[in-house]
């Protein structure tokens, strides 16, 4: 049988298969009663009706579970009495609180070979993991394992290492604060900084490009902040999809008289129009326009455009000194704007509307939008974050907000929109493999040991160092590592070099099936768990996109008894393997409470955690730039002198970006619809726009392969269905981890080197 990794051949594969793909016009509204019904069908094929009731009551309400769909932020005020829930968020929980488990039985009769044949989304249906497993050396079959034998083998395999650097410890952004904060402990106590994590692939762009302009690697609006803005830019986001809820705070904004542009080469519905399906009288009169102008960019013109749109400003404050830019917040607060300013006006206006792609008038018009206010919100995903030039996108969003002194006052800012529930929780709790000088010296304080102080792997870098025999065991804490990092063969080649991979993992993924030479899934409570320890009930904390912390209690029954807590697996990690007993590893796993008086005193921002992350809505942390603190080398907000992007296309070359479908959570596949764009049935499709397709030949969902050649390296995808859509012109999309193995391990963005998987050059080829 031919092995599944996702962009291997597989002859499987053929136009026959496709013939269930069924097309539809993009939807003009999102949500609404079909969002309704599809959380409830979802909720109620995999849970019982009272655990699905029980879920939906305290997703998100105060004292009850941070739901783990994504890291937008509930209001710290009123809560919806039918749970702060969204349509992704019941299908991430449904996803997570499957009743049906998975354990000895199934891993006998099932192979890893036969295993890989299967989907992503037939392997995410299997049902939770129930029991901790080894592949002994040559197995072909996973086996139950003690944990005792499980934590001896790790434990053994780490010390058996040349040194700590050869180990490599990823996160991915669903793990506590409590969980994190012992894990980066226990590596850096080991001896490494190898903390790559899902972050590296996701806002790391955000976090360097913020860093360097305004101190803070971090946004600097809180939800109040999106309710009282004059004006919202949406760009290279798809919230009706991805951020459902923040569709409810920019309606707010609409309903307080502010405006919206929304800038991406796709007119995602959720963007455009919205009826909030939490308020049924909205369903019924039809809902919010929600985007006053949309501009479609092509793929990675975000810089022309913002230089457009600045050079327009330019012009008209020449004209009236001291109209357009906020002169005395650019005096008092910021450093290079003549630098700045000299470049801007050398950039050519045409070239710049020419490389955007956006008709002229359009630019015109979000201009003036601008000029004509003065509190300025950005908002952002992966749209600006995952291109070659990512960290400029940012600098360059900076720019704007600080000609506009948009940047530390109430109703402006920058607005990073997080992904996974606590990916900026786990990287204030130290997963990172560049820690702050500040943090090591708190470690060294507090735990009496010296932390290692040179950087460790960041994603891309672990991958080669695999690839190169550099790192030899491999530990994931969640995540599915194969199907989220690029270049899907180069990695499976990588982690198939070392000699043990450890996952600890709710649900079975295709990073268990592409192993080193033993392997061992570790199961572990979910967010929807209870969890239960030394017969007391305990709760963790997360951090969500506005720096909120709030506690997190699960309220359902943990779906087998031989599951561990996140946080118990680090500490008897941390005991077989360190043999200290400074921290006290077996009290914290007892008590919670005890870890984060630890996290208080290591971490700014955190006095009295235990107390203040008990009060109903948790506590904000201190963010310097909301007081025009600048932690900067100037001390200032820093303008930034930024380049053109430099992708040029070639005759019949394409700019692929790869995105998520609306029945996806990043890795995990719910379904195979993708409802606001019209697809139903298929992920294996490339979106086109229709005179692109007539231009190249190309028919209605014929079967075309694709290529990419960054460096001069081929790589292949095989078997895309074309479907029209009203994208931008030489731009397509294709679905993420399908395409993952198009994107080269080499193609990152310069700084943050975060994968470029939002610009892959390629080239549509058609069927002999
Ligand atoms: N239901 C659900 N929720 C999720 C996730 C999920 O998979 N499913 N994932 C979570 C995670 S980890 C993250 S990081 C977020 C991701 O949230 P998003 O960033 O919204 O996710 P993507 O699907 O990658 O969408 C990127 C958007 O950017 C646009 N875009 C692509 N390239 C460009 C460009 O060059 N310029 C501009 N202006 N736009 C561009 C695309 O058309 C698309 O609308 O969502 C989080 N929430
Ligand atoms: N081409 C392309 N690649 C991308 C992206 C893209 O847009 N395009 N997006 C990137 C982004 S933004 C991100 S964030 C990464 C995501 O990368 P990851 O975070 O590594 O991937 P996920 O799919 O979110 O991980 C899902 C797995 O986590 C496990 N899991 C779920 N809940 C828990 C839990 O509570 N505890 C534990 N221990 N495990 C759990 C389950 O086994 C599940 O299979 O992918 C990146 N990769
Ligand atoms: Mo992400």
């Not at 009288?281 to 809902?287: F, S």
């Not at 692929?656 to 409802?675: A, K």
Request: net charge neutral; charged share 20%.
């Amino acid at each position: 049988m031919a092995e599944n990794i996702p962009g291997n051949k597989d002859e499987s594969l053929t136009p026959e298969r496709f013939s269930k793909l069924r097309q539809t016009a993009m939807k003009a509204k999102a949500a609404g009663i079909p969002s309704v019904l599809s959380s409830l069908e979802q909720m109620l094929k995999y849970m019982s009706p009272a655990d699905a009731l029980k879920a939906s009551l305290s997703l998100n309400q105060k004292g009850g579970f941070d739901c783990p769909g994504c890291a937008w932020p509930d209001p710290d005020d009123e809560r919806s009495i039918i749970g702060e829930y969204c349509e992704n968020g019941i299908k991430a929980i449904a996803e997570e609180a499957q009743q049906k488990t998975i354990g000895a039985a199934f891993f006998k009769q099932h192979s890893i070979s036969e295993m890989g044949t299967w989907s992503d989304f037939e392997l995410g249906k299997k049902g939770r993991l129930a029991e901790p497993l080894l592949l002994k050396e040559n197995a072909t079959h996973y086996e139950p394992v003690s944990w005792e034998d499980a934590f001896q083998l790790i434990a053994t395999s780490l010390n058996a290492l040349g040194t700590p650097d050869e180990a490599v410890f990823y996160t991915s952004g669903r793990t506590s604060n409590e969980a994190a904060f012992l894990y980066q402990l226990f590596v850096r106590m080991f001896g490494t900084n190898n903390l790559p994590d899902c972050s590296n692939m996701c806002h790391e762009s955000s976090g360097a490009g913020l860093q360097e302009t305004i101190g803070v690697g971090k946004g600097t609006v809180t939800l109040e902040d999106i309710h009282q803005a004059e004006l919202i830019l949406v760009m290279g986001q798809n919230p009706g999809t991805n951020h459902p809820r923040m569709l409810t705070a920019l309606e707010k904004c609409k309903k307080n008289g502010g405006k919206i542009i929304a800038i991406n080469p796709l007119p995602e519905p959720g963007l455009l129009y919205f009826i909030d399906p939490k308020n049924p009288a909205k369903i019924l009169n039809g809902g919010t326009a929600l985007a006053d102008l949309f501009l479609q960019v092509r793929i990675n013109g975000d810089v022309p455009l913002l230089k457009a749109i600045m050079l327009l400003m330019l012009e008209e404050e020449q004209k009236n000194p001291g109209s357009i830019f906020d002169h005395s917040f650019i005096a008092s607060h910021t450093s290079g704007y003549d630098a700045f300013i000299r470049q801007l006006q050398t950039q050519p206006f045409d070239a710049c509307v020419e490389a955007c792609g956006v008709p002229e008038p359009k630019i015109r018009d979000a201009a003036t939008m601008i000029m004509k206010h003065n509190k300025v919100i950005i908002c952002w995903a992966m749209g600006l974050t995952q291109h070659m030039n990512a960290v400029d996108n940012i600098k360059e969003i900076v720019n704007l907000l600080l000609l506009k002194g948009s940047i530390g006052k109430p109703g402006a800012g920058a607005c990073p929109v997080r992904g996974h529930s606590n990916v900026q929780g786990d990287r204030t709790m130290g997963i990172w493999e560049m820690p702050p000088q500040s943090l090591l010296n708190g470690l060294e304080k507090v735990f009496h040991f010296s932390p290692p102080q040179h950087h460790g792997y960041d994603t891309v870098n672990a991958i080669k160092a695999m690839h190169a025999g550099a790192a030899k065991v491999f530990f994931a804490m969640g995540g599915n590592f194969l199907s989220a990092t690029p270049d899907t063969l180069f990695t499976a080649a990588a982690l198939r070099k070392t000699l043990l991979t450890v996952h600890v993992s709710t649900k079975l993924n295709r990073s268990h099936l592409v192993h080193g030479k033993m392997a061992l899934i570790l199961p572990c409570l979910g967010r929807t768990d209870k969890d239960f320890q030394d017969g007391r009930e305990q709760f963790v904390s997360c951090e969500n996109s506005m720096g909120v912390v709030q506690l997190s209690k699960g309220v359902l029954q943990p779906p087998s008894n031989n599951l561990l807590s996140e946080v118990a697996i680090v500490c008897r990690l941390a005991k077989y393997t360190l043999h200290s007993n400074h921290p006290d590893w077996m009290q914290l796993e007892k008590n919670y409470d005890l870890i984060r008086d630890y996290i208080e005193q290591v971490i700014p921002g955190f006095e009295n955690y235990n107390q203040r992350v008990r009060q109903p809505a948790g506590f904000y942390l201190p963010n310097a730039v909301k007081e025009k603190v600048f932690n900067t080398t100037s001390l200032k907000a820093q303008f930034s002198v930024l380049p053109m992007p430099s992708i040029q296309l070639h005759g019949d070359e394409y700019l692929m970006m790869t995105v998520r479908s609306h029945d996806q959570f990043n890795t995990t596949v719910y379904g195979l619809n993708d409802r606001y764009r019209g697809i139903f049935n298929e992920r294996r499709i490339v979106m086109m726009n229709e005179e692109d397709m007539s231009a190249a030949g190309l028919a209605r969902h014929e079967v075309v392969d694709l290529k990419s050649y960054h460096a001069g390296e081929e790589r292949t995808a095989e078997n895309f269905i074309v479907v029209p859509m009203p994208i931008a012109r030489r731009c397509i999309a294709t679905y993420f981890p399908e395409t993952n193995c198009l994107v080269n391990i080499n193609a990152v963005a310069h700084t943050s080197n975060t994968p470029a998987s939002k610009s892959v050059v390629v080239k549509v080829i058609r069927k002999a």
